[in-house]
T-cell receptor, first 109, second 115 residues
């Protein structure tokens, strides 16, 4: 079993749609959690941190469920510019950053 | 530019040759990570350092791969006797843990092609 698992997609959605990505992790001692965004042939960049209480940044909402070892990202009112790969990242108790496979989103006009 | 810097950006080498990549992290960051990424996959962990100490190395890595961070600043990743399967993007990231949920910043990567 992979340490961090994501549905690779692709998710093809129309502009304005709401889309949700999920991620599960295997190490219950994991400490920190992030969503990164990666554009084609570019390096990953932080989208947002994920907190147990849930957090929102504009159209983006991240949730963490430690009991179920599950992380989610919700994107509302999708824009064409949201098309990218979204990477779930878990920081282990040893400080190692572990990436999921990534979920590809394609927003169409 | 005070971001993470990687050199070279591109490297084409013949199978069997050795290659070395360099990463200069953000200056105050004490953690440095190396990852490998192939098309359609997420970054795969290779190794990471805290200051000059190599804390963990992936069991997936063969003995042909070695990384150093001699003074706790820049790092090098060497691949000996390259194989075609080593062709990938090699990414370096740095972070400064100590604050809750500290993010890692990535360099633009070194794209290796083994022919």
């Amino acid at each position: 079993r992979k340490e961090v698992e994501q549905d690779p997609g692709p998710f093809n959605v129309p502009e304005g749609a709401t889309v949700a990505f999920n991620c599960t992790y295997s190490n219950s001692a994991s400490q920190s959690f992030f969503w990164y965004r990666q554009d084609c042939r570019k390096e990953p960049k932080l989208l947002m941190s994920v907190y147990s209480s849930g957090n929102e940044d504009g159209r983006f909402t991240a949730q963490l469920n430690r009991a179920s070892q599950y992380i989610s990202l919700l994107i509302r009112d999708s824009k064409l510019s949201d098309s990218a790969t979204y990477l779930c990242v878990v920081v282990s108790n040893t400080g190692k950053l572990i990436f999921g496979q990534g979920t590809t989103l394609q927003v169409k006009p | 530019d005070t971001g993470v810097s990687q050199n070279p950006r591109h490297k084409i080498t013949k199978r069997g040759q050795n290659v070395t990549f360099r990463c200069d992290p953000i200056s105050e960051h004490n953690r440095l990570y190396w990852y490998r990424q192939t098309l359609g996959q997420g970054p795969e962990f290779l190794t990471y350092f805290q200051n000059e100490a190599q804390l963990e190395k992936s069991r997936l890595l063969s003995d042909r791969f070695s990384a150093e961070r001699p003074k706790g600043s820049f790092s090098t990743l060497e691949i000996q006797r390259t194989e075609q399967g080593d062709s990938a993007m090699y990414l370096c990231a740095s972070s400064s843990p100590g604050r809750e949920n500290t993010e890692a910043f990535f360099g633009q990567g070194t794209r290796l092609t083994v022919v």
